[in-house]
Nanobody
Framework: QVQLEESGGGLVQAGSSLRLTCAAS????????MGWFRQAPGKEREFVAA????????YYPDSVKGRFTISRENAKNTVYLQMNSLQPEDTAVYLC????????????????WGQGTQVTVSS
C-alpha cells in the first residue's frame, strides 16, 4: 500500500510556472507507475501526465505537451510535475495517483490517490 500527499499548488498569473510535488510513503514506490490528473469543479478527472515505473517513459495529452514535465526520484519516493506557461484553463485541483502496473491515462486504473493541491491561474 502507498499513501500520497501533493504540495506546491497556489495562485499564479497566466504565463507563470509551478512545480508540484507528490510525496509517497512505503518502501515499494519504485514499483508503481505514477500519474498526475486534474479536476475542475463540475468536470471529470482529466489526465495530465504519467511516468512509468522502470524506464521512466513519460506520457502527456496534447493540452499540456511541451508545457508540463513529469519526473520522479525513487530515492526520495517523490514524483514532480513542472508546469510552465500556465493558463487560466489549467485551473483545477491536481492529484497524483499510483498504479502497481504500467502507466495509464485513465483515472480508474490507479489504485491510490492523494488529496490534491489547488492550482489557480489568473488572467
Amino acid at each position: 500500500q502507498v499513501q500520497l500527499e501533493e504540495s506546491g499548488g497556489g495562485l499564479v498569473q497566466a504565463g507563470s510556472s509551478l512545480r508540484l510535488t507528490c510525496a509517497a510513503s512505503g518502501r515499494t514506490f519504485s514499483s508503481y507507475s505514477m500519474g498526475w490528473f486534474r479536476q475542475a469543479p463540475g468536470k471529470e478527472r482529466e489526465f495530465v501526465a504519467a511516468i512509468s515505473r522502470y524506464d521512466y517513459s513519460t506520457y502527456y495529452p496534447d493540452s499540456v505537451k511541451g508545457r508540463f514535465t513529469i519526473s520522479r526520484e525513487n530515492a526520495k519516493n517523490t514524483v514532480y510535475l513542472q508546469m510552465n506557461s500556465l493558463q487560466p484553463e489549467d485551473t483545477a485541483v491536481y492529484l497524483c495517483g499510483a498504479r502497481s502496473s504500467g502507466p495509464s491515462t485513465k483515472a480508474r486504473d490507479y489504485n491510490y490517490w492523494g488529496q490534491g493541491t489547488q492550482v489557480t491561474v489568473s488572467s
